[in-house]
T-cell receptor
Framework: NAGVTQTPKFRVLKTGQSMTLLCAQDMNHEYMYWYRQDPGMGLRLIHYSVGEGTTAKGEVPDGYNVSRLKKQNFLLGLESAAPSQTSVYFC?????????????FGDGTRLSIL | EDKVVQSPLSLVVHEGDTVTLNCSYEVTNFRSLLWYKQEKKAPTFLFMLTSSGIEKKSGRLSSILDKKELFSILNITATQTGDSAIYLCAVKDDKIIFGKGTRLHILP
């Protein structure tokens, strides 16, 4: 059981390039999240999804787009990468059950924008 | 504005000491408070707290929530070098909001 898998693990981009980060979960979770983590800043929510075909903005959505075409996948896109988007990106998922549930995290994607 | 504040931001203690990490919060529609431990990669789940005054315990770690005063503490007794990590507190309302974390370093 893989849990939450993020690809790629590392990537270096030039300013203005585009790329897509993939998050896949095999736990049949309804909720999925994308965070970025910067030194001294904790985890900040970029976008999230409460189900297939739905997405919503988090705390820092500007410069990112997301799609949830399949329940198991949540894609994070950077249309025109900027140095300020250099960060470690974490994907997480959680089930929809009565009452709150903890999140399961992927191992992260380290992204550097030159 | 919803926020989660952790203190201290960093802490260095000797092996065997007991530490207390703090998390205070202000959110509109509180549902739960979660503690995570982050070493080199992904945060790993420690505790989820929803009710005041009920201690959750796992080995040397324990946590409690005070919904009246809007805070939680995470205690680690008889610390070991393997406890060195960033400890994250998160509060769930309609979304999940994380604090900046406490970086804990245990000296041998």
């Amino acid at each position: 059981n893989a849990g939450v898998t993020q690809t790629p693990k590392f990537r270096v981009l030039k300013t203005g390039q585009s790329m897509t980060l993939l998050c896949a979960q095999d736990m049949n979770h309804e909720y999925m999240y994308w965070y970025r983590q910067d030194p001294g800043m904790g985890l900040r929510l970029i976008h999230y999804s409460v189900g297939e075909g739905t997405t919503a903005k988090g705390e820092v959505p500007d410069g990112y787009n997301v799609s949830r075409l399949k329940k198991q996948n949540f894609l994070l896109g950077l249309e025109s990468a900027a140095p300020s988007q250099t960060s470690v990106y974490f994907c997480a998922s959680s089930p929809f059950q009565q009452g709150p549930q903890p999140q399961h995290f992927g191992d992260g994607t380290r992204l550097s924008i030159l | 504005e919803d926020k989660v504040v952790q203190s201290p931001l960093s802490l260095v203690v000797h092996e065997g000491d007991t530490v207390t990490l703090n998390c205070s919060y202000e959110v509109t529609n509180f549902r739960s408070l979660l503690w995570y431990k982050q070493e080199k990669k992904a945060p790993t789940f420690l505790f989820m707290l929803t009710s005041s005054g009920i201690e959750k315990k796992s080995g040397r770690l324990s946590s409690i929530l005070d919904k009246k005063e809007l805070f939680s503490i995470l205690n680690i007794t008889a610390t070991q070098t393997g406890d060195s990590a960033i400890y994250l507190c998160a509060v769930k309302d309609d979304k999940i909001i994380f604090g900046k974390g406490t970086r804990l370093h245990i000296l041998p």
